[in-house]
Structures are given as structure tokens and as C-alpha cells.
């Protein structure tokens, strides 16, 4: 996948080891997230989430990327392909520098990534959402995302029409 079609508005790019403390000084701000979401992000812990893959996946499904404004991260997401079915793409993970927050930027980046993710024929886009977190949950909804069931988390996708 072209990395630079997921969004017109920000440049986009994998993320790696040397990103490891612009990441974590982005997710360290947003509590909120963690108060539902434990335990606290740590530097080991994203280098974990980088690495990790759902059941029978490939890291060539694998994009652990980050949306930049000139050279400051403004979003980072985990985005599996073809997963749990060829027509669906995951989002394990999205989140938004919180000092972009609450001003549409979240919103206009998962509308430019569905929008890329439908040209390339994915039907849907599913996630999970930590139960009791308003800010993801009403955040999910506000963006179309309906629920389609609930285990650990609440299950949540949009049909890309």
C-alpha cells in the first residue's frame, strides 16, 4: 500500500524505533485513554504494539504509521489489512495528539484513510473500543462507526459505501 493516499491533509509514514519518544510523548498526554485502557503506556509497550499481529496475519498486513504536520506527529494508528476477512481492514489503534483534539482533525484523517481503504476495494473498516470510554466511544460514532457486537470491547465498523 502507498502510504501517502491514506491522507491529503498529512503526511504519512511508518513508524519505528526512532519514533519511539514522539510517540510516546503523544500517547502519555492523552489519560482520558488510559483511565479505560490500562496500564499506562510505556516505551517498551509501544515497541510492543509495533510488533504485534492478530492471529494468522503478516506483517505485510502490518501498518504501525504516523500522520505528520511538518515534523510534528499529530496521529498514529495500527492499521491491519484484510482482517479478520480480505474485505475488512482493522484500525487496532488510533489516537490523536491531544492538542489536536476536539477541532475535526481525527475526524478528517479517519475520513481520508476510509476513503483510501474503499479505493482499494475493503468493504469495511472495524475496531474495538475500551467499554465505559466515552471519548472513543462517542468519538466512533460521531464518524459513522456502528456496533456489531461486544466482548472484551465493544465492536464497532463502517461499511464503506
Same mark, same amino acid.
Given at each position: 500500500m502507498d502510504l501517502h493516499l491514506l491522507s491529503k491533509s498529512y503526511t504519512v509514514r511508518k513508524l519505528d524505533e526512532a519514533d519511539v519518544d514522539a510517540i510516546?510523548?503523544?500517547?502519555r498526554k492523552n489519560e482520558i485513554f488510559y483511565k479505560y485502557h490500562p496500564p499506562f503506556v510505556t516505551k517498551?509497550? *509501544?515497541l510492543e504494539d509495533m510488533k504485534?499481529? @492478530? @492471529? %494468522?496475519?503478516?506483517y505485510e498486513d502490518k501498518y504501525y504509521i504516523g500522520f505528520f504536520e511538518d515534523k510534528a506527529l499529530v496521529a498514529n494508528m495500527d492499521l491491519i489489512l484484510s482482517y479478520p476477512t480480505e %474485505? *475488512?481492514?482493522?484500525i487496532g489503534f488510533f489516537m490523536t495528539d491531544v492538542q489536536? %483534539?476536539?477541532k475535526g482533525i481525527g475526524s478528517k484523517i479517519i475520513r481520508e484513510v476510509c476513503a483510501c481503504l474503499k479505493s482499494l476495494g475493503y468493504t469495511k473498516v472495524r475496531l474495538g473500543v475500551d467499554k465505559g470510554n466515552p471519548q472513543s466511544y462517542a468519538f466512533w460514532l460521531k464518524n459513522q462507526f456502528s456496533v456489531i457486537g461486544e466482548n472484551d470491547y465493544i465492536l464497532m465498523e463502517l461499511q464503506l459505501l
Open positions: 510516546f510523548e503523544l500517547m517498551e509497550s *509501544i504485534a499481529l @492478530p @492471529p %494468522q496475519k503478516s %474485505q *475488512i481492514a482493522f489536536y %483534539q476536539n
